[in-house]
């Protein structure tokens, strides 16, 4: 008899459900796909219905149910924060009560409610162990040091360990308010970006400025310790209490109030954006060299929402002792119901590890006859064609400057489209990226687009010497090959996915009929959607 665990991420952002079967995920999906509510927060009601679907089992089948952290020790910090920053907490402690007293801290009851008939166990991890083994146990790596890093799980907002076969020790933490992912949100939110949302913007905005706020940052707003540990200078920011993540003394550090959204940036944005971006990689490059020091390990499996900051992770691999990262392609809350099912089922089961992830396909995927159906009741003109034919077909199209629409395969899990659901195009044309930002995407002309390559030309083309096949590394265009200005940012890098064949091949024999053409072993590679939406 097969063993089934489901893990749970829901209430605050990014809510999923991932289904593992012996230990190997059988699907794994974002509410927000299936709702098309952008960082869907609620009960993933309907992400549940799919993996169980996938799995061919209805809930009494489960064998255990896990949620990716505990409520009741996250309640527990709100109120010590709320009494200890009262009266100003007032107005947040007003908001948030209504929530937890309705629906969060019933969250055993609920899962039974949604899951009728089930009656077995329902566990619950903390919310930086959900991360840990997130990153470790699906990893290729027996043994690894492990770094999470976020905005707050209950009290953690980053946590250090090692994993050792199916066990995970996390041996120091940094507790809120300090909080490497809140500050980022916090300069987020101060450049006019929504929180929790577009952080990624500032990294993309970071490289058109100057860190010249860097030293300042560093000497009165953050202290970091030699072991990574750092406190921030909590007099800057609100976010501990109240409705907004800065005050009128950060505003005064920068010389002005938040940007509003939507208006025109200038220089002096992009100098804050380069600035934060800094101390973020400063901050975890010594964290990521402590847990060397302390370990001796060279392999580093990463998870938290800050563990997406690809640039970052690309310095890890150059500038630290690590040889060897994985970094958990949903890295964010979603990820947490991967982690718990893994921690529940490997830890706690003590059952062995299955080989680790080669991709992150774990979504639905529909048959050619559905999608003929679905086009023919909306009147979608279509023609089916050979694989071979539909390859040539289509390389030819991108290489002629026409903008693709790529639906294949099972959905990705987690944020980056990999090829499965994917907007294609040429990176060799310059214009392209104003194209798809303004006419297709309708987002800001300042964001950069990714290139999808080939994995075995990726160095001939890109400063890297490892896969990347979860677009969470960024690495420089070499001299030689900058003719490709669609997919390389204002200081040359690109975020970048590694393509195989084994993982992707119909994606993988399209760059490569479209390298026949071209002799450029690249797409451009976005997400299938447009702004605001999921």
Not at 250 to 269: D, L, N
Not at 343 to 366: D, F
Not at 483 to 509: G, K, M
Request: aromatic share 12%.
């Amino acid at each position: 008899m097969s063993e089934y665990v489901l893990g749970l991420s829901c209430f605050y952002h990014d809510s999923a459900a991932a289904l593992l079967r012996d230990g190997k995920v059988v699907a794994a999906c974002q509410e927000e796909r299936l709702s098309r509510k952008k960082h869907d927060a609620g009960f993933p009601s309907r992400a549940v219905k799919y993996v169980l679907r996938e799995g061919g089992i209805s809930p009494e089948q489960l064998d255990a149910v896990g949620f990716y952290d505990k409520p009741l020790l996250k309640f527990e910090r709100m109120l010590s924060t709320y009494i200890a920053t009262f009266p100003r907490s007032f107005g947040s402690f007003r908001k948030a009560m209504p929530v937890w007293m309705k629906e969060k801290l019933w969250v055993p009851s609920l899962i039974r409610r949604e899951l009728r008939p089930y009656k077995g166990p329902i566990l619950f991890a903390e919310h930086h162990m959900s991360h840990a083994a997130s990153c470790f146990l699906v990893s290729p790596f027996e043994e690894s040091a492990i770094l999470t890093v976020d905005g707050v799980g209950e009290w953690a907002t980053a946590s250090f360990g090692v994993g050792k076969g199916t066990d995970i020790t996390l041996f120091k933490e940094i507790r809120f308010p300090h909080s490497l992912g809140l500050l980022y949100s916090a300069f987020t939110y101060y450049l006019g970006f929504k929180v929790n949302s577009a952080e990624y913007k500032v990294m993309g905005l970071a490289p058109y400025g100057k860190p010249v706020h860097f030293d300042r940052i560093m000497s009165e707003m953050v202290h970091l310790n030699e072991d990574g540990s750092f406190k921030l200078d909590m007099k800057y920011f609100s976010y501990d209490y109240g409705l907004t993540m800065t005050n009128g003394l950060f505003s005064e550090f920068f010389g002005g109030p938040p940007r509003k959204p939507e208006t025109w940036m200038t220089a002096r944005e992009f100098d804050i954006a380069a600035s934060v971006q800094k101390v973020c990689e400063e901050v975890v490059l010594r964290m990521v060299r402590y847990i060397h020091k302390e370990t001796g390990l060279t392999n580093l499996s990463m998870a938290g929402g800050v563990a997406l900051n690809c640039v970052a992770n690309g310095r890890v691999i150059r500038e630290t002792p690590m040889k060897n990262l994985f970094v958990q392609p949903a890295a964010g809350d979603a990820g947490g119901a991967v982690g718990v099912a893994h921690y529940i089922y490997n830890t706690l089961h003590k059952r062995p590890r299955t080989e680790g992830w080669t991709h992150a396909y774990l979504g639905p995927e529909y048959e050619d006859d559905e999608i003929a159906g679905y086009l023919d009741s909306r009147g979608i003109p279509h023609q089916a064609l050979p694989r071979a034919e539909l390859l040539r077909t289509t390389a030819r199209l991108i290489s002629e400057g026409n903008v693709i629409g790529w639906f294949q395969g099972r959905m990705e899990f987690g944020p980056r489209a990999l090829g499965g659901r994917s907007i294609l195009a040429d990176p060799r044309d310059a214009k392209m990226r104003d194209t798809l930002n303004m006419k297709i995407k309708f987002r800001e002309g300042f964001r950069p687009f990714a290139p999808s390559v080939l994995a075995d030309k990726a160095s001939e083309w890109f400063d890297i010497d490892c896969d990347s096949p979860y677009m969470l590394l960024v690495a420089q265009v070499r001299e030689g090959k900058r003719t490709i200005p669609a997919v390389t940012h204002v200081d040359n890098s690109a975020r970048l996915q590694t393509v195989t064949r084994d993982e992707s091949p119909l994606y993988y024999d399209l760059i490569t009929e479209f390298e026949k053409i071209t002799g450029v072993p690249i797409v451009i590679n976005t997400s299938f959607n447009v702004r605001g939406e999921p």
